[in-house]
Nanobody, 116 residues
Framework: QVQLVESGGGLVQAGGSLRLSCAASGSTFSTKTIAWYRQAAGKQRALVAVITSGGRTTYADSVKGRFAISRDNAKNTAYLQMNSLKPEDTAVYYC??????????WGQGTQVTVSS
């Protein structure tokens, strides 16, 4: 069973940057689609970005041009580079892996707080 551990969250001022990491256990990371979601207080969890096993990426409109998802299969790690952060980006950020059998595994989340 794959396990995911997010890290890199914290408190940052508006306009700043953070890079989140999602480290995966197991030997099949390269075959997984990895997605980042976020959940702000009182709101539903929302998709932020996705990267497929082939490296294709998609983004929510709210983060296009500011966030970049990437992966390093040699390190079993995916990343979310977040630039030009805004207070409305404040949320708990989760990564999720999806196998070719459509089995989802979630990480525990990491808090990102953007102050104005």
């Amino acid at each position: 069973q794959v396990q995911l551990v997010e890290s890199g969250g914290g408190l940052v001022q508006a306009g700043g940057s953070l890079r989140l990491s999602c480290a995966a256990s197991g030997s099949t990371f390269s075959t997984k689609t990895i997605a980042w979601y976020r959940q702000a207080a009182g709101k539903q969890r929302a998709l932020v970005a996705v990267i497929t096993s082939g490296g294709r990426t998609t983004y929510a409109d709210s983060v296009k041009g500011r966030f970049a998802i990437s992966r390093d299969n040699a390190k079993n790690t995916a990343y979310l580079q977040m630039n030009s952060l805004k207070p409305e980006d404040t949320a708990v950020y989760y990564c999720k892996s999806t196998s070719y059998l459509m089995v989802d595994v979630w990480g525990q989340g990491t808090q990102v707080t953007v102050s104005s």
